[in-house]
């Protein structure tokens, strides 16, 4: 059978005119929308009120300080005592009960919870904790009206500082809304650990330090002055030894299609900076003994043009909020990690509405996952949980992002994130934080914009 040569382009050509169309033909969110937000939603674009059946509370502004927390002397960078120390579980889900509660877990969860007897989710009363800054609300209302993705998808346009979509008409524009959502303002700097853990438990701590300086989300920052930067980010491992001086920096720009990531990393073997385009997608994480993938940070970074991305809606899940249990200066590492998965007892689960996104290979793209279902917190779009699928489309690996409120910003973030191999039994814990001096320093004052750049890199890995 002969093949129509011109088929193929003008197919091709059809696929992604219909592409463009797409994305270009969603209606722009209108100023009756924008005038919801701070009303009938919250400044970030989620329901203000609670749910019909009480157990999810409505948003009353979140934690706004330490004070607000109930520790009015807390000392910023320190680890945070627990707003709801006192609390105790509702009820707890097991490998027994799940049918009870399978309208509200992911097929994740489910698969945890079958695969592991030893693995359970803690369920206590839900608190809509999430808060930021008032200057991030006012910018996000700003750049709801004029924030648009480009025309492939893989960047947006007209957009600064604030939330870009907090009223999302697709997919992309939700994971969008991830990848932009605030965490620092300032430069800040984190020691942390991570471990790659066996299925019997053993593991060897990896010891890095990540800083980072926000271009996007400056006090200054224009449409005209951010020179297509999101961040600028280092992250040098300080131990073990046979890891030890290796310094990776990236520069992460808003519109892909325009200018792709910028890495770079110094060797120490080598003694020498070189370009490392090989950090994005499905390459291996930093030290990740193969456990994650560079897209895998923030639980999803960088370029989303390799999948088609629907929005499903959103839903009602369980899922890891307000882990300051899990964030506790008063626990060891040994305390939390566990062969197969974290120290269930130290891990608590919350009732949430979340916007559920469904990624799907594009055909002709590579990536170890075929498909992933992402959960993306409705009042921080922090993704929460992530099911990942492998190329037979069977459930693969199940990530969750443990979160606290950073309040003496504030900020709703990470202490902890975990990704866990179903097939293997292993798993990976990243951001660990309780035996170290401090959880993050929001204002370093030894740190400016010059330390995030190809000749501090240089200088890095020299010391």
Same mark, same amino acid.
């Given at each position: 059978m002969k093949t129509n040569k011109n088929l193929i382009p003008a197919t091709l050509g059809l696929a992604l005119a219909l592409s463009f169309a797409s994305l270009s033909s969603m209606a722009e969110i209108s100023a009756k929308e924008i005038a919801q937000l701070g009303v009938t939603l919250t400044p970030l674009g989620g329901e203000m009120a609670g749910n019909t059946e009480g157990t999810i509370p409505a948003w009353e502004? *979140?934690?706004?300080?330490?004070?607000?927390?109930?520790?009015?002397?807390?000392?910023? *960078?320190?680890?945070?005592?627990d707003p709801y120390a006192k609390e105790t579980p509702l009820f707890t889900i097991s490998g027994q009960n799940i049918a009870q509660h399978a309208d509200k877990l992911t097929p994740g969860q489910q698969a945890m919870l079958k695969t592991?007897? *030893?693995?359970? #989710?803690?369920?206590?009363?839900s608190h809509r904790s999430a808060a930021y800054p008032q200057g991030f609300y006012d910018a996000t209302r700003k750049t709801a009206a004029t924030a648009k993705l480009n025309k492939t998808g893989n960047g947006v346009n007209g957009a600064v500082r604030g939330?870009?979509?907090?009223?999302?008409?697709?997919?992309?524009?939700?994971?969008w809304n991830h990848i932009l959502r605030y965490r620092l303002e300032t430069i800040g700097i984190r020691n942390i650990g991570q471990a790659?853990?066996?299925?019997? *438990?053993?593991?060897?701590?990896?010891?890095?330090?990540?800083?980072?300086?926000?271009?996007?989300?400056?006090?200054?920052?224009?449409?005209?002055?951010?020179?297509?930067?999101?961040? !600028?980010? /280092?992250?040098?491992?300080?131990?073990?030894?046979?890891?030890?001086?290796?310094?990776?920096?990236?520069?992460?720009?808003?519109?892909?299609? $325009?200018?792709?990531? !910028?890495?770079?990393?110094?060797?120490?073997?080598?003694?020498?900076?070189?370009?490392?385009?090989?950090?994005?997608?499905?390459?291996?994480a930093t030290a990740s003994d193969g456990l994650s993938t560079h897209d895998q940070y923030d639980i999803y970074n960088g370029s989303p043009e390799r999948y088609h991305w629907k929005l499903l809606g959103k839903r009602e899940i369980y899922v890891p909020y307000?882990?300051?249990?899990?964030?506790?200066? /008063?626990? /060891?590492?040994?305390?939390?990690i566990r062969p197969?998965?974290?120290?269930p007892e130290h891990l608590r689960y919350e009732l949430h509405r979340v916007w559920a996104v469904e990624a799907t290979l594009k055909e002709g793209m590579r990536h170890i996952y075929?498909?992933? %279902?992402?959960?993306?917190?409705?009042?921080?779009?922090?993704? #929460?949980?992530?099911?990942?699928?492998?190329? $037979?489309?069977?459930?693969?690996?199940?990530?969750?992002?443990?979160?606290?409120?950073?309040?003496? #910003?504030?900020?709703?973030? %990470? %202490?902890?994130?975990?990704?866990?191999?179903?097939?293997?039994? $292993?798993?990976?814990a990243f951001g660990l934080n309780n035996e170290e001096d401090f959880t993050v320093n929001f204002s370093p004052v030894h740190l400016s914009e010059s330390d995030f750049s190809i000749a501090a890199l240089r200088r890095d890995g020299k010391r």
């Open positions: 502004g *979140g934690i706004r300080s330490a004070a607000d927390a109930g520790y009015p002397d807390f000392t910023p *960078g320190g680890h945070h005592p592991y007897p *030893g693995f359970r #989710m803690k369920i206590y009363p939330l870009p979509f907090p009223i999302p008409k697709n997919g992309l524009e939700a994971i790659p853990v066996l299925r019997n *438990g053993d593991f060897t701590l990896v010891k890095i330090e990540d800083s980072g300086v926000p271009i996007y989300h400056r006090s200054d920052a224009t449409i005209d002055n951010v020179d297509n930067l999101i961040i !600028k980010f /280092k992250q040098k491992v300080l131990a073990p030894p046979r890891l030890a001086g290796s310094v990776l920096l990236v520069h992460d720009t808003l519109d892909q299609s $325009r200018e792709p990531r !910028k890495a770079w990393i110094y060797n120490p073997g080598q003694r020498r900076v070189r370009r490392a385009p090989n950090v994005a997608f499905d390459n291996p307000n882990a300051y249990r899990l964030h506790s200066n /008063k626990l /060891k590492y040994t305390d939390i197969l998965h974290l120290n075929k498909r992933r %279902t992402f959960y993306l917190d409705e009042d921080s779009w922090q993704i #929460m949980h992530v099911d990942q699928y492998d190329n $037979r489309d069977q459930l693969w690996r199940v990530s969750e992002a443990h979160v606290i409120n950073y309040y003496e #910003m504030p900020v709703l973030w %990470t %202490t902890l994130e975990v990704h866990y191999d179903l097939q293997s039994g $292993r798993y990976i």
